[in-house]
């Protein structure tokens, strides 16, 4: 068995995906949408961190009675 080459291997697959109903705009669709999810994940995670930061560096803030 012989492998294919990979422009050979690529082409045949657009080809496939072109024959299924796929088109580039649907993949370019889904593309920006994954991008637009990665970006709001990526916002929510830096939140995290920031929280993280700061509930394990508490400022006082609040005064100590000595009674």
Request: hydrophobic share 30%; proline share 4%; net charge negative.
């Amino acid at each position: 068995m012989e492998r294919e080459p990979y422009w050979d291997y690529m082409s045949r697959r657009m080809r496939e995906e072109k024959m299924r109903g796929y088109s580039i705009h649907d993949l370019e669709l889904e593309n920006k949408l994954l991008r637009s999810n990665v970006k709001e994940l990526q916002g929510c995670l830096q939140d995290a961190y920031d929280r993280i930061i700061e509930l394990t560096n508490p400022e006082p803030k609040q005064l100590e009675l000595d009674i």
